[in-house]
């Protein structure tokens, strides 16, 4: 396993742990394994503001977020949002 | 926190309207994500106050931990913590920035 793919899983492993229901795509934006893309949908976003729910998912990465992620934009959707996207 | 760091960073977001903490300033941004917020928010023509948290290793951390959010850049209108990155460009993308600067 390479360091991106490493520390992919470890992302959706966090993230799966707060959010079970969690559907998540990841793309390494820079293939260094620092800079990321993830779009996450779940129900737990539902009746949430967009500031909630990416404090929800820098709460479920912890520490990443202040070492191996230096950046990470973010897509936010319920299920419902999805499926219109 | 520390308390003198607290209320600098309270009593910046309270004394400016619109105040962006950011990495580089307007002109020189020094990372795409705060360039993007600039120039959302020069597009839409707003007058805004910005701090560079590369200049200040204190206020770095201290703004991070204020707002409870862990990326820069960070956008606070009329005291209150709007969103980074990719929560302004989706609110400027449907009208809802705009929207917030009318009523300001």
Known sequence: MNASQAIE???????RAAMPDARIELRDLTSTADHWQAVVVSAAFEGKTPVARQRAVFAALGEMM??????????????AQARQA | MDEILHKRIDDLIKSNDVILFMKGSPQAPQCGFSARVVDVLDDVGVKY??????SDAEMRQGVKDYANWPTFPQLYVQGE????????????????LQALFKQA
């Open chain 1, 9 to 15: 899983t470890e992302i959706e492993r966090r993230l």
């Open chain 1, 66 to 79: 202040h070492g191996p992620i230096h950046a990470l934009t973010l897509k936010t959707l319920t299920p």
């Open chain 2, 49 to 54: 106050a910005s701090f560079n948290i590369l």
């Open chain 2, 81 to 96: 913590f709007i969103g980074g990155c990719d929560i302004v460009t989706e609110m400027y993308a449907n009208g809802e």
